[in-house]
Structures are given as C-alpha cells and as structure tokens.
C-alpha cells in the first residue's frame, strides 16, 4: 500500500516536470531562448535579484547574528515578524509594499516630494524581491548562528577579541555553511518571485518584467517560449540543490572527528 | 606577585552564588557537585555574566564594582580562561588557536610541548593535547589571572595522573593567583594549594587537601574530601607496580606509575576491614588498633592507623568493631593513586 502511495506521489510530481523537458527537448532550449522578451527578462532578473540579494546579506546577516546571539524581551514576537511573510501570499506582499511605497501609499507623499517615484520601477522589483526572500535567508542564518557554540564566542572574548573580530573571525567562519544554504534557498526564492513584483513593480519588458512575469506574459504569444523559460528554472533550481547537498556532504565529512583519525602526524 | 579578589552575588538558576575568594599566587580550586555554582564565579571573573551585588579585582585594579558601576568587558579583563571541554576554534589550527590572543604562539608551543601540533586542526588532537593547546591559547594573552574549567574532565584515566602532575608543576611556575573549578576531589588535591568547597553557591570550607579530609566541617565535606591521603615516596619496581615508603613507615603498592615524592590518594569505600589477615588478593595490608568509629549515614567511617575505611553498618556490627581494638585494613594496588609532590 505505502509502496503504491509513493508511486503515485513521484509520478505526480515529477510527469508535469518530465512534461516540460518532452515539450522543448534540451536541443531546442537554446534556439528558444534566443529571443527578445527572453533576454530582456533574463537581464531583469539577474540585476534586481542581485541587488535583492546583496541587501539581503548585508542586512540580514547581522540581523540574524544579533537574533541568535542575544536574549531580549520581545525576541520570539520579533522573530516571528521577521518570519511573517513567509506565510503571506505573494500577492499581499505585493498589496502591502504598495500601501507603504505606492504613489498613494504611506510614505507616497514623502517620497514624491523627494522627487522619488518607485512604484512600476526597477527599484520595485528590488524592493519586492527582497521583501519576499529575506525571511528565508534570515530564518536559516538564525539557525546557523545558533549552531556555533556559545563557549566558543566566549573564548574569543575572554582572549581579547571586540565584537567585530569575534564576529568575523569566529561566528561567521563557523556559521558560513549554514549561511552559505540560506543564501542559496532564498536566492533561488527571489528569482522565482511573481506575485508580489507583478503587483508592485508590473511586468513592463525590459523594466521590470522578470523571468517569471515573462513565462506569463508568453503564454498566449509564444508557449514554447515559456515553456523553454521554465525548462530553464527547472535545471536552475535543480543545479541550486544538487550543490547544497553536495557542500553540505562535503562539509559533514570534514567535521567528523574521525577523518584524520588514522593519518595524524605526532 | 598577582592577586585576585572577588566579593560577589550572582543569580542562578534556583539560588543565589554568594562568594568572596582571594588568591595570591597560587592555586585555589572550587570543589562541588555539579549545579553549584562552580563555572558562574569562573564566568563573572572573566565579565561573560555580571554579578547583582560585589567587587572583582586583579593586582589592586578594579574590573567589577556594582556600586562605582565598573564593569569591565571581557575583552578588556586580563583573564586566561580554559573553558569546559576547552572550546578551541575548530576552524582554526592550533598554531592560529593560539596566535588568536595576539601574543606569540612560538614560545608557547614549545614551552607546553605541543609545537610539533602547530599545523593540526583541533579535532586531530588527543585529550591531553587539546588541554595544552587551550592553556597555551589562555596563556598566550600574558593574563594576570588564570582560570580553569574542569580541564582534567576530558582526559582517559590513564593520562589523568600524568597530566594533574604536569598542570601542577605549569602552575608553579607561572606564579600567577588561579581559580581551579571540579568536581573531583582529587584533581583539586593532586593540583591546588588551597580548596575551597562550594554547596549551593556557598562556600561551606576553605583548606588544605590535608586538611579537608582531617577535619570535614560538616558530613558533606567528609563525603567530598573523603579520600586518604599518605604522603611517601615512590620507586617503581621491576615488576611494573610502584612501591610507596609512607613517611610513618609502612610501605603500599600502586598500579599507577611514580617515582619520588607523592601522595597516594585510596578512598575509604575501597578499603575493607578484616579481624585478621586473610589470603585474599589485597596487595596493601595495614594493622593497627581502630581510632575512632565515625557513623555517616548508613555506614560507618573507621579509622585504622593512617587510614579511613568506610564500611556499612551490618559489618562494623558484625565484626563487633570497637575503638582501639586492632584490625587489618586491606586494599588493592589498582584503588591506590599516586599523585607527584615534587
């Protein structure tokens, strides 16, 4: 009975994805992508998730290190905010980021008087790129920096070491494998992301329309297009966690206190 | 020479940790069980917990006061800290572990024997190794006080004696006031020049090993310090087994491996007591009048020449034992340690 189950979940999952690859052999892919709203979308993509993701980093990793590192009244409230979006629908990300940045949003009036218009930009994607993905990255860095042993951080200072270059030559080293996954899930998140840019940003060749908006907008001018588009996520995605597994095989490996066992040179 | 004071009140899960404590230049080890308070007063000398009430000060400087609100950071404390299990940076090698206090590693490494080590990751080393690296790594910051977390808990029972003799000799000569925590009696004793014994965050005696085990203040002490300690001097025999002149003049053997001034460390539940000498497989056999029968608990603490036995109740009636009465007190060469005095 359970072998059954399990024949009808992966046939499930995986036909709709044989599908793909059946429709647009890899042969054809790249005569497929070869052309304009490809392109564009592509360039779209990898410059606002790049920024995206770079604000991530820089923002959410010190964030998540102070998450992990100190106790405080009202951590467990914050955290789960931090977290919040998760749950959302993409499209009330999107409903959200408008009501606070949009022309008639909260800060709509502020920003116009700065002369700043970000609705329907590149800067909107950005914003909701990185509005989507951070909980991801900040959820698994949390982790991370909560797996590095506190009696280490406590040896650092005792043996003269500031905050910083406990932090950087302690608590990031030792976390980076745990960072270096949440970067990758929340990476693969934000390239993926639709709802909440197609909202906020719209989906305007060559501005803001990105891979995925580019898969909706070619589905009833070119499907081989879109298909191809998404032949292209499936083998990105699928690539993205191939190298997780490895590294994080890899790395285990390299932590076992019985690698160097039989080779140790005293 | 260094000193270190403290006068503190640190909450606890449960209880308070009340204590005050100087050191000068020598070792102070804080015995008790575990949840006692123990590692709080190495943490809130080394400022990774901030006491509610009290002073803490090294050589006259101040590095705590509650009430002119001085509280130094830890980075800012000359303290050589060896935490439990010795936390080294595993990503780091043991050359690098050390270097990380910004001293000189060099000297260090050679001077604890462990410069051929300088290369290794922490997880190629041995027990014994990894306690060397992590006193190199809390010397390497020139403290003025040292620390030390249990740092003989990791280690096998083989390398144990070695390693308590090599500490206490290190100790010596640095010259430096450190705060020895276990819960071993006899780490403390083969290790420290002074114990201080903590119950519930209290320090409930301070003394000489000698002088905890001669004169417990309360039963738990007695318990803790329970051990005998003889002092003699060894000389390994031909045979393996070492053999130990007591300075009152009788002679034991021991499985463990000394030569010259040691003490010899046999806890009373290991020694029973006959009304004669009998063919069983003791090596160590002591006969002399019972000075004084002392019941804790369910058991009775007898004292025969130099040594505490402990035995229950049901035998010390049964062998009808009575003060100043001769009997045989007998042990096993493998109950005996021997820890070096020199």
Known sequence: MTAVAAGVAFVFLLLPLAAIFLRVPLGDLVDQLGNDVFRDALVVSLKTSLIAHLAVLLFGTPTAYLLARKRFFGRGALITLIELPLVLPPAVAGIALLAAFGRFGLLGDELDALGISIGFTQTAVVLAVAFVESPFYVRGAIAAFESVDPDLIAAARTLGAGPWRVFGRIALPLAVGGLGAASALALARGLGEFGATIIFAGSLQGVTQTLPLAIYAELDQDFDVAVAISALFVLVGAAILISLKVFAWARHGSISPFRFAASTSR | ?342
């Open chain 2, 1 to 342: 020479m260094g000193s270190a004071r403290l006068d503190i009140t640190v909450p606890v899960r449960g209880f308070d940790v009340e204590v005050a404590l100087a050191a000068g230049a020598e070792t102070v080890a804080l015995v008790g069980p575990s949840g006692s308070g123990k590692t709080t007063i190495l943490r809130a000398v080394a400022g990774l917990v901030r006491p509610t009430r009290g002073r803490i000060s090294s050589n006259g400087t101040l590095w705590f006061d509650s009430r002119g609100k001085v509280d130094l950071r830890p980075e800012q404390r000359a303290v050589g800290y060896v935490l439990q299990e010795y936390a080294l940076f595993p990503h780091l090698s043991v050359e690098k572990n050390v270097a990380f206090a910004r001293g000189k590693p060099g000297d260090l490494l050679e001077r604890l024997g462990i410069a051929g080590l300088a290369k290794a990751k922490p997880a190629e080393l041995s027990g014994g190794e990894r306690q060397r690296v992590a006193l190199a790594r809390a010397l390497a910051r020139r403290p003025e006080v040292l620390l030390l977390d249990e740092p003989m808990a990791a280690l096998d029972p083989h390398t144990r004696g070695r390693v308590r003799a090599e500490l206490r000799a290190l100790l010596h000569e640095l010259g430096l006031p450190a705060i020895l925590v276990t819960h071993d009696f006899v780490d403390a004793a083969a290790v420290a020049d002074r114990i201080a014994v903590l119950v519930q965050g209290r320090i409930v005696q301070t003394g000489t090993a000698e002088d905890l085990i001669a004169a417990p203040s309360s039963p738990f002490v007695a318990e803790l310090a329970g051990g005998n300690l003889l002092i003699g001097d060894a000389r390994l025999r031909v045979d393996g087994l070492t053999e130990v002149l007591l300075d009152g003049g009788l002679q034991i053997v021991s499985t463990d491996e000394a030569s010259g001034p040691v003490g010899v460390i046999v806890h009373p539940w290991e020694i029973s007591i006959s009304r004669a000498e009998t063919g069983d497989s003791a090596q160590n056999h002591v006969r002399a009048p019972i000075e004084s029968i002392v019941p804790v608990g369910n058991r009775r603490r007898v004292r025969v020449g130099p040594l505490t036995a402990e035995v229950t109740e049901a035998s010390a009636v049964r062998l009808r034992l009575k003060e100043g009465e001769v009997v045989v007190a007998a042990f096993k060469a493998t109950a005996t340690r021997l820890t070096p005095l020199s």
